[in-house]
C-alpha cells in the first residue's frame, strides 16, 4: 500500500496498544515503525528489473521483521519503561507484521517468505484505495482531538479490516461472473488475474492468457445486466523466448507470475508487468537488450519512461467507475459506439 496508508495503519496500531500510557506520541512511534519496511527503495540493486523485483523483499518478511520486533521491543522499553516490555514487544510485532500483510493484499507482490517461496499478491486492493484509509485517518484526528481516544483508533482500524475482508468477497464475486465470458473464448483454465481498478473495488478488471493472446475484461457492480467486453491483445511467444533465455527476464517472469508482455521498441526488446496500470499506460516497462535478426544482445536492464495520462482519459475512467458508461476500451481508453466491440 502507499507510505501514507502504512504510516496510519502503524499509528492506529500503536494508538490502540500504547495510546492511554504513550498519548500523542503513540502515533508518532507507530507512523515510524509503519513506514520502516518500506525504507528499501533507498537500495540499488544494480539494474531496473532488480530493482524493481527486490522491493518488498527482505524488509517484508516475516523472518525478519519477527527478530527485528525483538530488538525494537527492547530498546523502546529502554526509553519508555512505562509501558512494558510486552506491549512494547506486541505494539512492534503487530505494526511491522501487518505491513507487509497488507501489502500483501495488493498486486505488486509482496516477499512475505523472504528468501524462501514466491512473492505473494492477492491482488484485493489497488495501492490506494481511499475507502480503507480514510476510517484510519479519521481515527487518528480523533484520537488528537479527544485527549487519547484509543476507541476512536480502534473503531478506525475495524472499518478498515472490514474492507478488507470486502475486498476479497468482491473479488470472489467478479471472478465468478467472467467464468462464462472466458469460457466462451476458450480461457477458462487459463491463468487469471482479478483485480480493482484504480482507487475502487467497485470495477473490476480481469486479465487471462495463454502463450497466444491475452484478454482483459473490465466488470463492476454498477454494471446492472450490461455485457461484458473481452478486449483482445496479440502475444509475441517468438519474443518471450528470447526475454526469457535471459537471467532478468527469468527475475521478471517468476516476479510477475508469468503476467509479463515481450515487445519492440525500435531494436529494443522490452518485457512489461501487464498487471499495474492498464493497456497502454503499463508505469513498469523494461528493456532488456538490442534485438536484432533475431539475436539478442542482452544488457543490463532499464526501465522506460512512465506514460502519460490525459485528464480527458481520467474522466472517461471516472464515467466507467460510477457506472454512467458500462463499456469502456482499455487499449485506447475510449468509449465505443452502441454494438462495437474494442478488438
Known sequence: MDSITQAALGASLAGAVGGKTLGRSSLLIGAALGTLPDLDVVIDYGTAI????????FSHSLLVLFPLAILLAWLLNRWRPALGYQRWLFLTGLILITHP?????TTYGTQIFWPFGEP????????????????????????VVRNHATRAVTVGLALSTL???????????????????????????????VQPMPFTTMLWRITAQNDDQRVEIITGFLDDDAPLLPEFFPRRPDLAAVGQSTPEGQRL?????????????????????IRLGIPGAH??????????????TAEPSGRLDRPEIQGEALGLLWQRITGQTTRLCLASLSIPEPGASCS
Open 120 to 143: 505473494v499478491a492477492i491482488s484485493s486492493i489497488f495501492i490506494i484505495d481511499p475507502l480503507y484509509t480514510l476510517p484510519l485517518l479519521v481515527g487518528i484526528l480523533l484520537f
Open 283 to 296: 508505469p513498469f516497462v523494461f528493456t532488456l537488450g538490442k534485438y536484432e535478426n533475431g539475436t539478442l
Open 253 to 273: 517472469e517468476w516476479f510477475t507470475d508469468g503476467f509479463t508482455a515481450y515487445g519492440l521498441d525500435g531494436r529494443t526488446l522490452t518485457a512489461t508487468d
Open 50 to 57: 532488480a530493482n524493481f523485483s527486490q522491493h518488498r523483499g
Open 101 to 105: 500483510l497488507l501489502d500483501a493484499f
Open 163 to 193: 474492507y478488507l475482508g470486502w475486498t476479497l468477497a468482491a473479488q470472489q464475486i467478479i471472478s465468478s461472473r467472467v467464468d462464462p465470458a472466458l469460457a466462451e473464448v476458450g480461457l477458462e483454465d487459463a491463468p487469471r488475474l
